[in-house]
């Protein structure tokens, strides 16, 4: 079974324009994590943030933790076209195996 | 690239066959796990492997089965496959008492008929 949830399911934007999704968990954590999938195939890190931080940024992405919501959002900023892909989040409340959500699929138009 | 490599890429079988995928670990890792993924789903844990063992299962049957070699390359043994099997299984390696992060390999697809 998923942990949580990603919303939204599918996010369309024009290459420049900021994607905010959001991702809600069900169970405490150590620490929640971003994976990035293009087309199917094998999931990219991107960025992960403990249970004890509160926001944390790398290059153009800017994610935030809420441990009193169960939820987490991650913000990429002046998207590409290359940007295009499904974003997952992932929680590690059984010490290193990876939970994951149900992914948001951005599309970023040219 | 993050180094793990597996094999094949793509696979058809019939229900009831059986089959294995390899998973070749990302060199100086020792720990690698594997998730189904079905079409429009978020990745699920099958089962993690560490010097040799199984290290944690998800909610997977026993038909699921796996090995890990000394250089820490892996397999997954699926047997009397069915159809809701059809998925990316995708192997992901990490270092025992960093797996915070797991570097995923290319995944293979597996479709059955």
């Known amino acids: 079974s998923q942990q949580g949830e990603e919303d939204p399911q599918a996010l369309s934007i024009q290459e420049g324009e900021n994607a905010t999704m959001n991702c809600s968990y069900k169970?405490?954590?150590?620490?929640l994590q971003w994976y990035r999938q293009n087309s199917g195939r094998g999931l990219v890190h991107l960025i992960l943030?403990?249970?004890?931080?509160r926001e944390k940024h790398s290059g153009r992405l800017r994610v935030t933790l809420d441990t009193s919501k169960k939820s987490s959002s991650l913000l990429i900023t002046a998207s590409r076209a290359a940007d295009t892909a499904s974003y997952f989040c992932?929680?590690?409340?059984?010490?290193?195996?990876?939970?994951f959500g149900t992914g948001t699929r951005l599309q970023v138009f040219p | 690239e993050t180094g793990v490599t597996q094999s094949p890429t793509h696979l058809i079988k019939t229900r009831g066959q059986q089959v294995t995928l390899r998973c070749s670990s990302q060199?100086?890792?020792?720990?690698v796990s594997w998730y189904q993924q079905a079409l429009g789903q978020g990745p699920q844990f099958i089962f993690q492997?560490?010097?040799?063992?199984?290290?944690g299962r998800g909610n997977f049957p026993p038909r699921f089965s796996g090995l890990q070699f000394p250089n820490y390359s892996s397999e997954l043994n699926v047997n009397a496959l069915e159809l809701d099997d059809s998925a990316l299984y995708l192997c992901?390696?990490?270092?025992?008492?960093?797996?915070?992060?797991?570097?995923f390999g290319p995944g293979t697809r597996l479709l059955v008929l």
């Open positions: 060199s100086g890792h020792n720990t």
């Open positions: 169970t405490s954590i150590n620490n």
């Open positions: 943030i403990r249970s004890n931080e």
């Open positions: 992932a929680t590690d409340n059984l010490a290193d195996k990876l939970i």
């Open positions: 492997y560490y010097r040799e063992e199984e290290n």
């Open positions: 992901a390696s990490s270092s025992w008492g960093y797996q915070e992060t797991q570097y």
